[in-house]
């Protein structure tokens, strides 16, 4: 039998009822939803964060044990001249800004924060190579703190996909979805929607058919 579809929320009160109908169909398809970058504690997911502008989270995680083996400290990479790093993360792409944000990143970290990753958004957009994106990775992930939404490539497509929000610019769609989404989700919520992207809501041919919030979904490019 076809499934049937939900018709289109109008109301304010039709609206918030589908963002909880959608947040517990994520719940359901990605209960244990995590950050996909390796890492041991805070600065490890910092440096793996800078890195994965651009590149996939598994290049990252086949880079990042070897460069924590060989620079194990904050101190490590503060000491280290560009051109020395950058053969070490090179085939994460991008590798002379990386090299420059990772060695300002530990310099500002032990020169302001007494070698201490800082634990607020004001704090940690001081740091090179650290915007709202990382910023908020790092503060939820590592810390637990619910400062924003993460926005990648994956939420930005698919919070647009799913009504959420109709903006392009990472920013307003963060503030789209700030308003939209209980703060108690909005860790969990980055990390199913990255899932969901990598699983199913690919950018090319989502597979619509697998997905549970499929008929709740109005997006133009839908493959059903
Ligand atoms: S129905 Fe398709 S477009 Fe909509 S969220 Fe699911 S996979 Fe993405």
């Not at 310099?107 to 709202?132: D, N, W």
Request: glycine share 4%; net charge positive; with cysteine.
């Amino acid at each position: 039998m076809a499934k049937r579809k939900a018709p289109r929320p109008r109301t304010a009160a039709q609206k918030k009822a589908r963002i909880q109908e959608i947040l517990r169909r994520l719940d359901e398809a990605y209960p244990h939803a995590v950050c996909a970058l390796q890492h041991k504690d805070a600065w490890q997911l910092l440096v793996a964060t800078i890195l994965s502008a651009q590149c996939t989270d598994k290049r990252v995680n086949m880079v990042t044990p070897g460069l924590f083996e060989k620079y194990p400290t904050i101190r490590d990479f503060a000491s280290l001249r560009p051109e020395v790093l950058e053969p070490d993360i090179r085939s994460t792409g991008f590798f002379r800004n990386k090299a420059r944000s990772l060695i300002g990143a530990a310099k500002t970290i032990l020169s302001e924060f007494k070698g201490r990753v800082p634990e607020t958004m004001e704090e940690m957009l001081r740091i090179p190579g650290a915007a709202r994106k990382t910023a908020n990775v790092v503060l939820g992930t590592a810390f637990g703190k619910a400062t924003g939404v993460v926005v990648d490539t994956h939420v930005q497509r698919i919070a647009r996909r799913l009504d959420l929000t109709l903006h392009e610019d990472p920013r307003k769609i963060e503030q789209d979805l700030i308003k939209a989404i209980p703060q108690e989700k909005w860790i969990e919520f980055s990390h199913q929607i990255i899932h969901h992207g990598r699983q199913k809501c690919f950018a090319r041919r989502p597979a619509c058919a697998q997905c549970n919030l499929e008929t709740i979904c109005y997006a133009k490019d839908k493959t059903v």
